[in-house]
């Protein structure tokens, strides 16, 4: 390989990673008591980002359910969700509100993940509701 291709791969591979490092800027995943202490210690934008038949079988108080694939999904949340404070996301295991979170962050809000999900928030034996 020459001096030039070799330069080019090493300049691929550091802007992906550039890249993917830019993504989670914004980000900031944290376990079940520490969602637990941040949303109960003041008023917070709190999204649940599960499906409308998960949402109902229980859910974290005061969530606002808005599905991540729903088509609309980032226009929704800028109609409820306000880009000065924070937003607290959760799914059921991480995995879509952490999918949720980079697309958010690309709009300018700031996210708290909660990074176990609903799943780590009951395995805690903190509460939800089925309001």
């Known amino acids: 390989m020459t001096r030039t291709l070799y330069y080019c791969i090493i300049m691929g591979v550091l802007s992906m990673l550039i890249g993917s490092c830019h993504a989670s800027e914004g980000i900031k995943s944290v376990d079940s008591a520490t969602f637990k202490a941040e949303i109960s210690s003041a008023a917070v934008q709190l999204l649940d980002v599960r499906t409308a038949d998960e949402f109902a079988k229980g859910h974290l ?26 937003i607290y996301l959760y799914c059921r295991s991480g995995k879509r509100s952490m999918m949720a979170a980079q697309l958010l962050v690309k709009e300018g809000y700031q996210i708290v993940n909660l990074k176990d999900g609903i799943l780590g928030w009951m395995d805690a034996g903190y509460p939800v509701s089925q309001e």
């Open 61 to 86: 108080e005061k969530a606002i359910n808005i599905d991540v694939h729903e088509s609309h999904f980032t226009q929704l949340v800028k109609a409820r969700f306000d880009k000065s404070q924070p």
